[in-house]
């Protein structure tokens, strides 16, 4: 009869064995402790308020130009992870540019998200392509495409920076280059991004249909995403768990608008309590406005205006709208890479 084997070795002659392992850089896998039966993030719940965050921005703005600062960029870090990241794998940061500065132009294989919070006017050059800047606007730059920052105005310009970094740093792929110039030329018409896909269901032509996987649509103005909020909450739908909540779409395939973030933006009613849900991904939220809190993983984080906040992979949450005034929140999420990799899951609680 086939059995399991019951081996008892004398403790001194396997420590003896694990420790001529050791010197050959080999691990045995017995001793290293159980199997985890689910994720268990190293990230915990956190709330950043913007009325701490954004008096340090301007502190930052007065110590550091954009000459010594490649970007004037704080990092929101995560209180239990090692790096400096919200998230495991999505950093949330805020970057400030100052009335008549520039950030200059690069490129990373990281992509990234701007999520712009104050300051009108502005712009960021992608590809070529100006984009203006406006307050509640999705400004992406996705993976390997060029860009700078410029602050034409008379006031700060302040977003919330969203990057993969930490996950491409994890997989070793991240390359980095500095552009020619300090800034881009900048190509022909305003907004071009906006004009050719910016009307969902509608391209150009006259062109070939990009091939990169992520959007061709760079810009997502507030005004658009408000509105059809709006419109839905008037319908009385929406998710239990979420309120009325949209994705920000590659409208080419209806996918998420860069192939390792997804973005979402929504709106919780007045007094609206939802319902509770985790999901193995990783969520950075930002308040756009309203107020209200949320419960993570049995904390309850309270958020006003403007503030950031993190949700951890597989961390039951559930949102609640105490104001008395619609809240929206914008978020962005690593669901894309667990779903590309079979990885994804969520659950109700209960
Ligand atoms: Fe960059």
Redesign the pocket.
Known sequence: MLQRSNIVSPEEELQDFYEELRAQHVTPAWISGGVGVEPKSKAVPYVWHWRDLRPQAMRAAQLVGTEQAE?RVLRLHNPELAGSSASNTLVANIQIVMPGEIARA?R?SPS?LRFIIEGQGGYTVVNGSCIPMSPGDLVL?PNWTW?DHANDTDAPMIWLDGLDTPLVRMLEAGFYEQYGEEAQPVGEGADPSMAKYGAGGLRPAWEPAPTARYSPLWHYPLSQARATLERLAAEEVGSPFDGVILEYTNPLTGGPAMPTIACYIQLLQPGEHTQTHRQVCCTNYHVIEGSGYSLVGGRQLDWEDKDVFTVPTWTFHEHVNTGSRPAFLFSFTDAPVMKALDLYREEAQG
């Open positions: 970007r690069h990373h990234a730059t860009h």
